[in-house]
């Protein structure tokens, strides 16, 4: 029962979409981190690939089992995969910026607008995810919110 509740409904898709942000925040701070450093290529997860990969596993659920519960299986990302239920990013995307003569390619205002853009996917999904299991332990607790 408490694995039926863990899996049900949006919980797996924020919680792939928690991991995921986080896991791109790495990425993220590990291009500005190297910004000046000569012949460094950096790499992003593209995350419109992550979505539409998230989308297929939310359809594959909903295909087997009406979509109420389970996990997601997010087999059809080429840059996202699952290892002993942690999630490792294999970024392939590479990051556009200016090629400058230290054969660096940089646009720090594209990766300031990356981070904030990946923070507030971070902050939304571990928001709902916070709410989703307030009202499981409300029901538990016999509580009405």
Known sequence: MITDLATAGAMPALEKMFLF???RQRLIAQNIANIDTP???GVDADPKAF???LGKAIERRRDTNGGFAGEL???GSS????VGGQMVLEPKTPIDGVLFQD???RDLERLMQDMVENATMFRVAGELMRKNQGLIRG???QRVV
């Open 21 to 23: 942000a986080g896991q």
């Open 139 to 141: 029901a538990i607790a």
């Open 39 to 41: 012949n460094y290529q």
């Open 73 to 75: 299986d997010l087999s």
């Open 79 to 82: 840059e996202v995969r699952m």
């Open 51 to 53: 979505q539409r990969a």
């Open 103 to 105: 054969r660096n390619q």
